[in-house]
């Protein structure tokens, strides 16, 4: 099967290493991707906004799966004219991808289907915000409406925290139209989980679970990025926590999106807080995680290729995913300055002799190929990748790796997994999920095979 992978960055990495294991693979292009993709698959020199050029090229070299990574093609309408010329892709429709393209969309679409999360007002000036504020009280969350890299929300603690958060959005104008209406929602307490499925339209394959690391400093301090780390399992979910989520969260959300002529296919991503008053959705993503995704993959058992495939088509013929009985850890490295304006440009060092750690996979996010040299080139830069026995085991090697790959204005988390390395992780059943019926479909086998844990 000939496959297209769109994006460049760590997750497209870990999508083409993964994909390139399959049996049924034969031909690999990404476009853009970056120099470490480029041993995996061929690079095609398309942007992911460009949609008509990349259909296009699908066309021409008879491209049978196109798999989508970032969400801007996707609000973009990607689907739909890959759909329209009848090339088969995985991921949502435009329609579909205004879950995550809208946070009020998808405050209001949660609203009509009764999905827990947080209490919230919608703002169009900063008179607007003020009163949203007031009438919540302090602590609040600022979120500009509209697609913002994952930098686009500001939690306002203090009275005197408002004005400027407000200028931001209203004044400032940092997150561009995006920015012109946003949601001021309570602030809630508690532990942050990512739980992603593959969805059919109908059917939904979850995965196990995951956790990201979302602020930019150690101890969970400074700006919010698009994710510091992860690891696999989260450590955070009970199985009777996981089938709450699934049954409170994901199945009427899919079946929501249905409901509303927005039939969802691809990847759901569900960001949660884990409150005292169970679990409270704080974003939708109509995609997969980046970084969680290299820790997921890293687990994955099963192949990649026909489940997309499937899924693409409409009707996953599987009913569960795999995952080994082991934990993957990921580190980002990161260049200084991110997420406001990283140093680009420096060369790094060490690539080979990471990759020859034993159970340690470097996948590149934001690098590029300068004058025979990999530089780097974006905010996220590397990301270190290992799996073990335990999370414990699986984060000394990654961080033993992230050693060898160095640059100048490299920086990185060294308390990626910290706060669970001393808890025993809760086991997780990951099932299949029809959202015709109410309950998980068949339960795990005796031997405990499928149990993620
Ligand atoms: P979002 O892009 O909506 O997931 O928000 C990014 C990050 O901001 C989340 O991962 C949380 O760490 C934090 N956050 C978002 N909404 C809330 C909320 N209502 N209460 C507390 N923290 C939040
Ligand atoms: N890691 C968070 C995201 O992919 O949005």
Not at 38 to 56: N, S, W
Not at 242 to 268: D, H, Q, S, Y
Not at 334 to 359: H, N, T, W
Request: hydrophobic residues 45%; contains cysteine; negative net charge.
């Amino acid at each position: 099967m000939k496959v297209l992978v769109i994006g460049s960055g760590g997750r497209e990495h870990a999508l083409c290493w993964k994909l390139r294991q399959s049996p049924l693979l034969t031909e690999l292009f990404c476009a853009p991707g970056n120099p470490g993709i480029a041993q995996v698959a061929d690079r095609v020199p398309f942007g992911p906004e460009e949609i008509h050029e990349l259909a296009g090229f699908a066309e021409e070299l008879g491209v049978e799966l196109t798999v989508v990574g970032p969400e801007l093609p996707l609000t973009l309408g990607l689907v739909d004219e890959f759909e329209r010329r009848g090339l088969p892709v995985f991921g949502p429709r435009k329609a579909a991808a205004e879950l995550e393209g809208s946070k009020i969309f998808a405050k209001e679409f949660m609203g009509r289907h009764g999905i827990p999360t947080a209490e919230f007002a919608l703002a169009r000036d900063r008179a607007e915000a003020e009163r949203a504020v007031r009438a919540l009280g302090l602590p609040v969350v600022l979120k500009a409406d509209g697609l913002a890299a994952g930098k686009g929300v500001i939690i306002v603690r203090a009275a005197a925290e408002l004005a400027p958060a407000l200028s931001l959005f209203f004044d400032e104008r940092r997150f561009g139209v995006a920015g012109d209406r946003i949601v001021v929602e309570r602030c809630l307490e508690g532990e942050e989980v990512s739980f992603l499925a593959l969805v059919d339209g109908e059917r939904m394959l979850p995965f196990a679970t995951a956790r990201d690391y979302k602020r930019l400093l150690e101890g969970d301090e400074g700006p919010n990025t698009g994710g510091m780390g992860a690891h696999s399992p989260s450590g955070l979910l009970t199985s009777a926590q996981a089938a709450e989520v699934l049954e409170k969260v994901m199945r009427p959300a899919v079946a929501g999106m249905a409901e509303e002529n927005r039939i969802f296919r691809g990847v759901l991503y569900a960001g949660l807080m884990l409150t005292a008053d169970g679990p409270r959705v704080l974003e939708f993503n109509a995609r997969f995680g980046d970084p969680e995704t290299q820790a997921l993959l890293l687990r994955m058992e099963d192949d990649l290729l026909p489940l997309l495939a499937d899924g693409a088509a409409g009707a996953f013929s599987a009913t569960r995913l795999h995952f080994r009985k082991e934990a993957a850890a990921v580190v980002v490295l990161a260049s200084r300055g991110y997420p406001e304006k990283a140093v680009k440009g420096e060369p790094i060092l060490g690539f080979d002799e990471a990759a020859a750690i034993p159970g340690a996979v470097v996948f590149h996010a934001g690098t590029e190929e300068v004058g025979g040299q990999v530089v780097a080139a974006g905010g996220r830069v590397v990301n270190v990748g290992a799996t073990g026995p335990d999370l414990g085991s699986a984060l000394r090697t990654a961080y033993a790796a992230a050693a060898r790959v160095d640059w100048p204005s490299k920086i990185y988390r060294a308390d990626i997994g910290r706060p669970f390395l001393e808890r025993s992780f809760p086991t997780l059943e990951t099932g299949s999920f029809n959202i015709k019926d109410l309950k998980l479909d068949a339960p795990p086998p005796p031997d405990g095979d499928d149990t993620d844990h």
